[in-house]
């Protein structure tokens, strides 16, 4: 498995609506080695500076990434190949925020890698410049944040609010909130929703919600010494250890236990890590049913094969 060295930085309290964290990653792949990333409910701006990554299709031909790209929301699994040297500046933003920054629904992004400079319409130039020209994180961070304060200034955030709502509660009950009483909470139809969905954040909510259980099936099982697999499928509201299985294997083509066990650096680069909003409070959340939602479970679990 590649060396890697990641670094975390949280954004300023001006820009948390907007920015979930920043990430700075050193990946030494000598030789060239490629793995799985699995479907993110989010987006993030990926800086390249190092050698540029590279995807591999179902056919196993390869396709260059942008040298800076939009790395969008996915709902299936993607097969990413490393060089001998990555060194990439992330930024992961909050998923409700992608029609705001880029003026444009987030449906057309959707599983896809699009280069900065094209979804931006070259207003990016100077900024990309500075960020080549950084001298280590901070210095990126500041070069980036000072290009987001113009366009919130530019653009304000009062559109923000609708959907920044309904993907916090999502993230909030680690996807167990059943989108029609979300639907009812909000006060729209779950049509109306869906559109709001495919337009903001470039999936529907029941897909969305789905990676979002997943990923907090994940970030669970990282903390533990072993791993009930039967009692976590209980506890994230699966009906059974098999529908758990169910839908690792449709989501990303592994059962749970090989996911765990294939996760490498560049999953970190892709996906949300341990810091994100998708974490679950340490208090359960009731829902507009009534239904008490389950807060996480703690090592120590006898390990069941999945």
Same mark, same amino acid.
């Given at each position: 498995?590649?060396?890697?060295?990641?670094?975390?930085?949280?954004?300023?309290? /001006?820009?948390?609506?907007?920015?979930?964290?920043?990430?700075?990653?050193? =990946?030494? *792949?000598? +030789?060239?080695?490629?793995?799985?990333?699995?479907?993110?409910? %989010?987006? &993030?701006?990926?800086?390249?500076?190092?050698?540029?990554? #590279?995807?591999?299709? *179902?056919?196993?031909?390869?396709? /260059?990434?942008?040298?800076?790209?939009?790395?969008? &929301?996915?709902?299936?699994?993607?097969?990413?190949?490393?060089?001998?040297?990555?060194?990439?500046?992330?930024? *992961?933003?909050?998923?409700?925020?992608?029609?705001?920054?880029?003026?444009?629904?987030?449906?057309?992004?959707?599983?896809?890698? #699009?280069?900065?400079?094209?979804?931006?319409? @070259?207003?990016?130039?100077?900024?990309?410049?500075?960020?080549?020209?950084?001298?280590?994180?901070?210095?990126?961070?500041?070069?980036?944040?000072?290009?987001?304060?113009?366009?919130?200034?530019?653009?304000?955030?009062?559109?923000?609010?609708?959907?920044?709502?309904?993907?916090?509660?999502?993230?909030?009950?680690?996807?167990?909130?059943?989108?029609?009483?979300?639907?009812?909470?909000?006060?729209?139809?779950?049509?109306?929703?869906?559109?709001?969905?495919?337009?903001? =954040? @470039?999936?529907?909510?029941? !897909?969305?919600?789905?990676?979002?259980?997943?990923? $907090?099936?994940?970030?669970? =099982?990282?903390?533990? $010494?072993?791993?009930?697999?039967?009692?976590?499928?209980?506890?994230?509201?699966?009906? /059974?250890?098999?529908?758990?299985? %169910? /839908?690792?294997?449709?989501?990303? @083509?592994?059962? +749970?236990?090989?996911?765990?066990? &294939?996760?490498?650096?560049?999953?970190? !680069?892709?996906?949300?890590?341990?810091?994100?909003?998708?974490?679950? &409070?340490?208090? +359960?959340?009731?829902?507009?049913?009534?239904?008490?939602?389950?807060?996480?479970?703690?090592?120590?679990?006898?390990?069941?094969?999945?």
């Amino acid at each position: 498995m590649p060396a890697a060295a990641i670094g975390l930085h949280a954004p300023s309290a /001006d820009l948390a609506r907007v920015v979930d964290y920043y990430q700075s990653i050193e =990946v030494d *792949a000598s +030789p060239a080695a490629q793995e799985t990333v699995i479907p993110a409910p %989010r987006y &993030s701006l990926i800086f390249q500076f190092g050698n540029v990554c #590279t995807r591999v299709d *179902a056919r196993g031909a390869v396709h /260059d990434y942008p040298r800076h790209f939009i790395a969008a &929301s996915t709902s299936s699994p993607v097969t990413v190949r490393l060089g001998a040297c990555t060194q990439a500046f992330r930024v *992961a933003m909050q998923p409700h925020t992608v029609e705001w920054l880029l003026q444009s629904a987030a449906f057309h992004l959707h599983d896809s890698a #699009t280069d900065m400079e094209s979804a931006f319409g @070259g207003r990016t130039q100077p900024m990309l410049r500075a960020m080549a020209d950084a001298a280590g994180m901070e210095q990126r961070v500041q070069v980036f944040e000072s290009w987001l304060r113009a366009r919130m200034n530019a653009r304000g955030m009062n559109d923000l609010q609708r959907m920044e709502h309904a993907v916090g509660r999502i993230a909030a009950t680690a996807g167990q909130l059943k989108i029609r009483d979300l639907a009812v909470e909000m006060s729209v139809s779950e049509r109306q929703l869906e559109r709001w969905f495919l337009c903001t =954040v @470039g999936l529907g909510p029941k !897909v969305y919600q789905r990676i979002a259980r997943l990923n $907090a099936v994940l970030d669970e =099982v990282r903390l533990q $010494a072993g791993v009930d697999w039967a009692l976590l499928a209980s506890h994230y509201g699966y009906a /059974d250890q098999s529908h758990l299985v %169910r /839908d690792f294997v449709a989501l990303t @083509g592994e059962t +749970p236990g090989a996911c765990l066990r &294939s996760a490498g650096a560049m999953r970190s !680069v892709f996906q949300h890590s341990n810091t994100s909003a998708f974490r679950m &409070s340490s208090s +359960p959340v009731p829902n507009p049913a009534g239904r008490r939602l389950r807060t996480p479970l703690h090592a120590g679990r006898a390990r069941v094969a999945a």
